[in-house]
């Protein structure tokens, strides 16, 4: 419920039912590609190589594919829940403002706005041209041709001008580019693993030997973490809410229908990759990608080629997701009170959220010549599972706090299923943490940074209620975990 001090969210967010402002144009396909897409990118092709190294064998590489995808699964169903309850715009910062109150869903909403989704958007912009698009075209990229700044930099920010014009031009029409662009790529991706499978291993290729790995908890850890980045966007649907059709409905089968596919999708992929290569050749791919280690595998320049035209095209559709979906967080915070006013709202007769997308588009910018998104990536590596796992048991707290809401869809196999992810979740949380503490390679403290931001953030908000009690509890409940993590992570190490 909303904290004491604090004004009671009477926006439209947290009504629960029709936002009269945006018109419902997302219909399930729509909604299934804007999940699907998100999804999509190039970690199924970069990270089987690591997951590989981390687990050290065939069964327990596959079995962490499957776990990435049962773990989507288990905060699909509850989002599902959510989204078909309170089909609004804004997603979490909705959800965590109705169960725990202004505060937290303040902090959520700013660290998930102005880091994750912006250094997102900015690091997959990047990306495209400073590998895919610099592979085709024969030329490097990275090198300076305006001052300090790349070719990749500066090509990277026309992408984003380019893709916030086409939301600007209205949700029906990014969302139909949206189903043409994650078809097209789940598509070429079949039929690759299926090159793959029906050529097998190649003549006179000898399969490297993956030197044995034994399994250890770590690894585990290692491996989780890699592959909830491969299957990270299955909640995109829940911010763009108050724009789909049939929420109860279509916000659920959305989420849940593309990670049974997309989890099909990779599993299929990486048993191409393995019967081309061996499990011990993709352990030892290397910097080359899967897709690419493949092709060079098979002595196929054009599916070489091709591998690449389907990275950049799987990672175009998943900035444009991003950039759809994240900007109504922005939206939905300034309806609330706990953002720019001016955000709030929308265009004529689109009745997009022009303000907040061309907000959105200059942070990112401005991230792409900083050069810092990368940093910003690792540092709310933790946040994210931490605002992830606080929308998860919004569920449940509103299961208690608000059980005559109208639910259309009920989260399936309640509450076991949802559960799980918060089991897993909270794992992941303190296996990252306890890395952070415990690692002397540079840049390890950057993922506590992030934490320290959300929680600063969090305390910020209670300060200006008049909460300095509650706030006062958070730091020192939080000091003492970390002086406590602290000490015992230099007990592990001697």
């Known amino acids: 419920m909303p904290e004491p001090h604090a004004p009671a969210p009477t926006d439209a967010a947290t009504q629960g039912g029709q936002d009269a402002e945006t018109p419902r144009v997302i219909g399930g396909l729509a909604g299934y590609a804007i999940v699907a897409g998100s999804m999509l990118g190039v970690g199924i092709f970069i990270l089987p190589r690591q997951i590989a190294e ?44 109705e169960a725990f109150g202004p505060s937290t869903a303040f902090a959520s909403g700013w660290v998930l706005f102005a880091a994750i989704f912006a250094g997102s958007i900015a690091s997959m912009s990047v990306a495209v041209f400073q590998y ?5 075209v024969g030329t490097d990229l990275t090198a300076d041709v305006l001052g300090p700044f790349s070719g990749a930099q500066l090509l990277a920010i026309v992408l984003i001008v380019l893709l916030t014009a086409l939301n600007d031009a209205g949700t ?8 043409v662009l994650t078809l097209l790529p789940i598509a070429a991706l079949v039929v690759l693993a299926g090159v793959g499978l029906a050529s ?27 592959v909830n980045f491969a299957f990270s966007g299955w909640i995109n ?15 659920p089968r959305s989420m849940i229908g593309a990670t049974f596919s997309i989890t099909g999708l990779y599993l299929l992929l990486c048993l191409a990759f393995v019967v081309v290569l061996g499990f011990g050749g993709v352990a030892a791919l290397g910097w080359t990608d899967a897709g690419t280690g493949m092709a060079n595998a098979l002595g196929s320049p054009l599916l070489a080629t091709l591998v690449l035209i389907i990275i950049a095209v799987a990672i175009v559709t998943s900035v444009n997701a991003t950039v759809l979906s994240s900007a109504r967080v922005a939206y939905a915070m300034a309806k609330g009170g706990a953002f720019w ?17 061309w907000l959105q588009a200059g942070l990112s910018a401005i991230l792409v ?19 992830g796992t606080l929308t998860v ?23 076991w299923l949802p559960g799980l992810y918060v089991v897993f979740a909270i794992a992941a949380i303190i296996a990252s943490v306890w890395e952070a503490f415990a690692s002397t390679e540079p840049g390890s403290f950057y993922p506590l940074i992030g934490v320290g931001v959300l929680v600063v953030t969090y305390v910020g908000h209670l300060l200006y209620y008049r909460r300095a009690r509650r706030a006062a509890g958070v730091v020192v409940g939080l000091l003492a975990a970390g002086l406590l993590l602290r000490q015992l992570s230099e007990w592990t190490l001697s």
């Open 393 to 415: 048991l919004a569920m449940f707290a509103l299961r208690r706090q608000r059980p005559e809401l109208p639910r259309p869809y009920k989260a399936s196999l309640y509450p």
């Open 237 to 251: 649907i829940i911010y763009v809410a108050s724009e789909v059709r049939d929420p109860g409905k279509n916000v």
């Open 200 to 226: 097998g291993r190649p003549d006179g290729y000898v399969a490297p030997v993956s030197p044995a790995t034994e399994l250890t908890i770590g690894g585990l850890a290692a491996g989780f973490l890699l």
């Open 172 to 179: 029906r029409v990014s969302a139909g580019a949206q189903i």
């Open 132 to 136: 895919q698009v610099s592979g085709l």
């Open 341 to 357: 006013a001016g955000a709030s709202k929308l265009s004529g007769a689109r009745k997009v959220p022009r303000r907040a997308l």
């Open 54 to 97: 981390a687990v050290g064998g065939t069964t327990a590489f596959f079995a962490m594919w499957l776990v990435g995808g049962l773990f989507a699964l288990a905060g699909s169903v509850a989002c599902g829940e959510l989204g078909a309850m309170l089909p609004k715009a804004g997603g979490d910062y909705v959800f965590q403002r």
């Open 369 to 387: 010549l900083s050069g810092t998104f990368e940093a910003i990536i690792k540092m709310t590596s933790i946040a994210m599972f931490l605002t």
